[in-house]
């Protein structure tokens, strides 16, 4: 059985992760926004992926994309579907991706099912569509990926139409909670997303690997998934308020920074003692003073993920002038950081840095100087063969500082 990922705002960042993960040759995209997996859904590490925001298994491929010939077909499985759920109310959603269909026409079709059901006896209650697909928040308040629910996937693939069953979403609550309510955060230095830190991570440490893959499946119903210890740990150089050391611990690697401030270093012992109250894990951690740029770090690390430092910030668009300097005085101090750290590491050794971009109109960015010599630095640039190398750049429309992720391996 395959598993289906919806990718999320900036899809490159999502399937570029995926692709690290899993390999290039397991993936197939399905549209524009969304990516099979070849890999067995009880398998899939959904809780650790920064860039998918829903996670399906796939149950089957239907040869058309005619709405009322998979209505048709609906109706006629639906019935036998509901008899193997547990006893209680039955809770049925749909969505669809690509097909030529409307809100009207899909809420038609789930009130046909409904009837379907109901005259088995089963009772079920439709959630209603406020857009073609629902959202992650409708999705957990209405229970679609409990024991009683089932939402339907429907994803146009060419003159076919791929159906698949949600089985998790991102976990909303437990995001905002640890972006939002740690207790020390300081705007000035950046506030790395939480989704962004597990894409950064994910890309540094590559594929995982087989012994971190639990059987999700069989874990009983209500029980919370066991906290994997993979036996490899991150270093993150730059690591100001800790979001990345965070998302790493949660993902069960060991997690060592450091800062240049001891204000910072600070902040992050706060958060991640904070962390221990809410979730738990038991790979070691550790934070220390020091300068990126010439420190000698003594942690035993196996790879590095990292936002580095990204320049001043700007709420209205500077000059060119005041672009260029910034850029002069974030590229000298990565290049330090790059030149430091490559005496410090093995060959292969893999990075995956966070470094500033300045978007100076729709698309298009100013780039720091040191990408056009990383070769010279000692490193190789790691390509991608579902991405771009110019689409892994993290960005909204209005800002002006972006992030553009550089994947790396030391020669």
């Not at 070849?38 to 992926?49: G, K, S």
């Not at 029980?223 to 998302?247: H, K, N, R, W, Y």
Request: net charge neutral; charged share 20%.
């Amino acid at each position: 059985m395959q598993s289906l990922l919806i990718l999320g705002r900036q899809p490159a960042l999502g399937l570029a992760e995926l692709e690290s993960l899993y390999g290039a040759n397991a993936l197939q995209m399905v549209g524009n926004q969304t990516v099979i997996v070849d890999i067995d859904p009880c398998l899939l590490a959904f809780d650790r992926l920064g860039g998918s925001v829903k996670f399906c298994k796939v149950l089957t491929t239907l040869d058309t994309t005619d709405w009322r010939k998979i209505e048709q077909f609906l109706v006629g499985v639906a019935p036998g579907h509901s008899e193997t759920m547990p006893e209680g109310k039955m809770l049925l959603g749909l969505s669809v991706i690509g097909l030529d269909t409307n809100i009207r026409q899909i809420e038609a079709t789930g009130l046909t099912m409904k009837k379907a059901i109901r005259n088995t006896g089963r009772s079920v209650r439709l959630v209603p569509n406020k857009a073609l697909e629902l959202n992650s928040a409708q999705i957990i308040h209405n229970k679609l990926t409990g024991l009683n629910g089932w939402e339907l996937v429907f994803i146009r693939d060419g003159n076919k139409t791929v159906v698949a069953q949600t089985v998790k979403v991102q976990d909303i609550e437990s995001y905002t909670r640890r972006d939002r309510e740690r207790p020390k955060r300081d705007s000035k230095v950046g506030m790395l997303p939480p989704k962004l830190a597990q894409i950064i991570i994910n890309l540094a440490a590559g594929e995982v690997p087989e012994t971190a893959l639990k059987n999700i499946c069989e874990i009983p119903a209500g029980e919370p998934i066991p906290m994997p210890t993979l036996g490899a740990s991150v270093l993150d150089p730059f690591c100001g308020t800790g979001v990345v050391l965070q998302e790493a611990l949660l993902m069960g690697y060991g997690a060592y920074g450091s800062d240049l401030e001891q204000r910072m270093v600070d902040f992050t012992e706060g958060n991640l003692a904070w962390l221990k109250e809410w979730y738990v894990y038991e790979t070691p951690t550790g934070v220390i003073q020091g300068d990126a740029t010439h420190y000698k770090w003594a942690y035993d690390f196996d790879f590095v993920a990292c936002e580095t430092y990204l320049g001043r910030p700007f709420t209205s668009r500077p000059s060119p002038e005041i672009i260029n300097q910034t850029a002069s005085e974030c590229n000298l101090i990565i290049r330090k950081f790059l030149q430091n750290i490559a005496t410090q590491i093995k060959s292969g050794t893999r990075l995956c840095i966070a470094i500033p971009a300045w978007q100076n109109g729709y698309n298009q960015f100013k780039h720091l100087p040191l990408i056009d010599s990383l070769a010279d630095l000692g490193y190789n640039r790691m390509s991608f063969e579902h991405v771009r190398d110019a689409d892994l750049i993290y960005h909204r429309e209005d800002q002006i500082v972006a992030r553009q992720l550089l994947v790396l391996t030391k020669q």
